[in-house]
T-cell receptor, first 114, second 115 residues
């Protein structure tokens, strides 16, 4: 069974600081990878996804993530965070080619201060 | 695209009571998923449907839980004889066909509180 680890549970940054949130997964086969964001009081929304091809994927709102297969990692980055990025971020994995469940990490709560 | 709709948004009930939640997926999405999320955790998979067929159930889904999707459109999740440990946010998601390459779209969830 696959599992996902997010190393940072709570991150506090000042506006304009750079962000990197770690995500590692455990699974021996091929996976598709996702980052979801949950803004306060809102539903989970897709930030970006990796299926195949270029391991550097760009998502909405200036976010990007890099898939490093050898490290089983899919870290999320943003060069300059904004106060509106305050939210909870979840990394998730699904086995390639299946319609089955997403396996989520425990989430990282990002707080951006002015 | 009106999004995934869940009802009710909040449910407060006494221990031992039965509760039922409803999920309306995005129109023409034939896959529907239920997840449970507790405080400080990511969503955990409960079950999923392709059209009206329930194709996978998690071990988290005890005998007290039952889910249906009778006409392949909306789905219901029922919890019988609720327990304190059932307190959580219950999330529904849907995708069109196409295997795991389709991102899941989530609803706002139903927050269940057991007194």
């Amino acid at each position: 069974a696959q599992s996902v680890s997010q190393h940072n549970h709570h991150v506090i940054l000042s506006e304009a600081a750079s962000l990197e949130l770690g995500c590692n997964y455990s699974y021996g086969g091929t996976v598709n990878l996702f980052w979801y964001v949950q803004y306060p009081g809102q539903h989970l929304q897709l930030l970006l996804k990796y299926f195949s091809g270029d391991p550097l994927v760009k998502g909405i709102k200036g976010f990007e993530a890099e898939f490093i297969k050898s490290k089983f990692s899919f870290n999320l980055r943003k060069p300059s965070v904004q106060w509106s990025d305050t939210a909870e971020y979840f990394c998730a994995v699904i086995r390639t080619g299946t319609a089955s469940k997403l396996t989520f990490g425990t989430g990282t709560r990002l707080q951006v201060t002015l | 695209d009106t999004g995934v709709s869940q009802d009710p948004r909040h449910k407060i009930t006494k221990r031992g009571q039965n509760v039922t939640f409803r999920c309306d997926p995005i129109s023409e999405h034939n896959r529907l998923y239920w997840y449970r999320q507790t405080l400080g955790q990511g969503p955990e998979f409960l079950t999923y449907f392709q059209n009206e067929a329930q194709l996978e159930k998690s071990r988290l889904l005890s005998d007290r839980f039952s889910a249906e999707r009778p006409k392949g459109s909306f789905s219901t999740l029922e919890i019988q004889r609720t327990e304190q440990g059932d307190s959580a946010m219950y999330l529904c998601a849907s995708t069109p066909g196409g295997g795991g390459n389709q991102p899941q779209h989530f609803g706002d969830g139903t927050r269940l509180s057991i007194l």
